[in-house]
Every structure is written in C-alpha cells, then in structure tokens.
C-alpha cells in the first residue's frame, strides 16, 4: 500500500470515528479546502514575501492537504496520476519557447 | 525514491526549464494556492453538494495539488509527516466524545 | 432615496430580469463574494503590490461589490451602519496605544 | 459629502491614527479583501445555504466592505460608478433572452 493511501485511511479513519462522513459533501470539502488556503495567505497578509514561520505553514499546508486527500477519494481520484496529467497539459498551454521567463497567463502569452 | 518525490522532481523540472522559480516565492505561491482553490469552489457555484464534472474536478484538484507541493518542497517539507502531525493534533482538538456527529468548530465544542 | 439604495434597486431588477433570485441562497452569494475576491487577488499574482491595471480593478471590485449589496439586502443589511459599528468595534479591539504602527491581529498585540 | 464618502473618511482617520496607511499596500488589501470574503464563506461551512447567524453576517460583511472602501479610494474609484458600469457590461454578456433562469456563465451561454 502506498504512503498516500495510508495516509488517506488515517484521515477516513478520524472521519469515521467522529461520524464527519455526513457532513463531507463535495461542494464543502471544496470550501473547506478554500477556507485553509486562505488562512494560509493570511499568513503573509501585511507582512513580505517569506516572512512567515515554518510551523504555521506546516499546519495550515496539512489542513489543504488533508481535505484534498479526502476530496480525491470521494471521488476516486489519484492525486499523483492528475498532477502528472496536469504537467502533460501545462506543457501544451505554456510551451518553453513562449512562457521562459514569463508569468504571464497562457492565453495572455504571444 | 518516493512517488511523491518523482512528482515533485517533475514539478520542479517544469518549472526551471521555463525559468519560473523567480516568481515562486512563498507569499506568491500561497496565493496560487488559494486562487486555485476558488477555481474549484466556482465550479460548485449556484450548484448542488455534488453537481460537478469529474475532469473538472481533477483539473482544480491538480492545480491546487501542484503549488501545495511546490510550496512544501520550497521549504523541505514533507507533506506526509505534516498531515501525520495535523491527525495527532485534531484527535486533541476534537476529542471523539465531543465531536462526533458535530460540525462545530473545536472552540466552539462544549 | 439614496445613492446606495438605487444601485441596489438596479441590481435587484438585473437579477430579476433573469430570474436569478432562484440561485440566490446566501450561502452561494457568499461563495460568489469569495470567487471575485479571488479573482482580484489573482490580478496581482506574480506581481509587485502595486502592479495592476486600474481598468481591471474597477472590474473585480464591482463583481465584489455587487455581489455584498445583493447579500446585504437579503438579509435587511444596512452596509453603512455595520461599517460603522465595526469601525466602534476595532477601536476597542485595536486601541491606538497598542495597534500604533503594529500590523500584528489584536489577539497577538501586546 | 455623499454617505459613502462619510464612512470612508472614517476608514481614513482609524487606519491613520493606527499609522496602516504603510501596511495597507494594493497586493495586501486585496489579499484582505478576500481573507474576509474566506470568513464570510466559513459561516456556512457544513451548514444548509440559509443556516448564519445574522450578527456574524454583518461581521464579515463589514469587515469586506471596509477593505474594499479603502482600496477603492487608494486608487481614486468611485464604487457606485463601477457598479452601474458593471450592470451595463453584463446587461451585454447575459442577455435577458440567453440568461434567464439559467445560472451558466456568460462563456457558456447559448
């Protein structure tokens, strides 16, 4: 078993226990997962680019994590096979010949 | 070699043929994060708990999956342990006795 | 009449126009509130504080703003009079003795 | 002096006597825009679209509204100027004939 599925067992698990599947629809874990990503960027409200405390970051980066964790299982989603999906239709939208050096958005690019 | 670390290689990889670690810093990243996030709540806008298109859910999830670990990997953490660490911390936060069935908030629970 | 009241009238009649009040729950209205700020954050993603076009602004901040008036008035919300009392409020929470040249959130002030 | 202008003028003087005005940079108003719009939404976490205490509504309302004031005047808008020409604009993207009773975006209308 793999450590991402040992992982997501350990959150189904302490969702179980406290009876949180009912609570867990789709629409909410993806607020859930909105909600810790703000507190995340609260983080660095106010404050500069990497003015922030490695403890804080781990902790709000699990809150991301876990709820996405459980988002991709409801949904019987392997979280490593989209991102590798991803990077193959990234390579599309921002080819290295137009985007190096480039932050602009892909349909902005020339 | 774990799984996670050969996405993350391939994330980094992406990102340095196109020359994009100058934009990466932590506050950015975070905000790419959050940004990502919402991306996956408007798809549930005006809509039911589970009236989503599996693609799209994927596309977000991924996105969001992808500066997560970048974010991580900028200041070498391994997002296993983290969640690991946040179960720990949320069984004493939200103790079965109190929170199960209930939705509240730990600082909320009685 | 005034000047907040008729821009609320034209976008109740927009809304209605299109018989829109039926998606109009809060909770979506908050959501939609949450995307546009997002969206107004993301014009700033990569980028310097302050590098923005002001065209675009005006844009996110309307999307925003429309969508609190919208909230507001479902709920009988004066958004001048909490304005207001928010301001007594913080003036409590963050008495200029303490809050001086402080960004810190009040339950870290000193 | 227009009611909005009144109340925005009292933003001013609290964030001055604070000594903000340093903090309250473009980037970060925005980023504060949207972590109260990420409050607003946490009201309803778990929770039925019409299931928020009103107090806590007008909390957060307030909190988005008074971020988005100050950042409106930093850059000298007008922001119900922006919301009649947004009602215009989208008068043109969801005609009454495409738009009605339907909630897709306007990219998606037919």
Redesign the interface.
């Known amino acids: 078993m793999?450590?991402?599925r040992d992982?997501t067992t350990?959150?189904l698990k302490?969702r179980d226990?406290?009876?949180?599947k009912?609570?867990h629809?789709?629409?909410?874990l993806?607020?859930?997962?909105?909600?810790?990503?703000?507190?995340?960027?609260?983080?660095?409200?106010?404050?500069?680019?990497?003015d922030?405390e490695?403890e804080q970051?781990?902790?709000e980066?699990?809150?991301?994590?876990?709820y996405?964790?459980l988002?991709?299982e409801k949904?019987d989603?392997d979280?490593?096979d989209?991102?590798?999906?991803?990077?193959e239709?990234?390579?599309l939208k921002?080819p290295?010949s137009k985007?190096?050096?480039?932050?602009k958005k892909y349909n902005e690019l020339q």
């Open positions: 793999s450590a991402i992982i350990a959150l302490f226990e406290r009876d949180w009912q609570f629809n789709s629409k909410d993806a607020l859930a997962i909105s909600i810790e990503a703000s507190e995340l960027v609260e983080l660095f409200l106010w404050k500069g680019n990497e922030v490695k970051l781990k902790d980066l699990a809150d991301i994590l876990s996405c964790l988002l991709a949904h989603i979280i490593l989209i991102i590798k999906e991803k990077i239709k990234n390579a921002y290295v985007a190096k050096g480039n932050s």
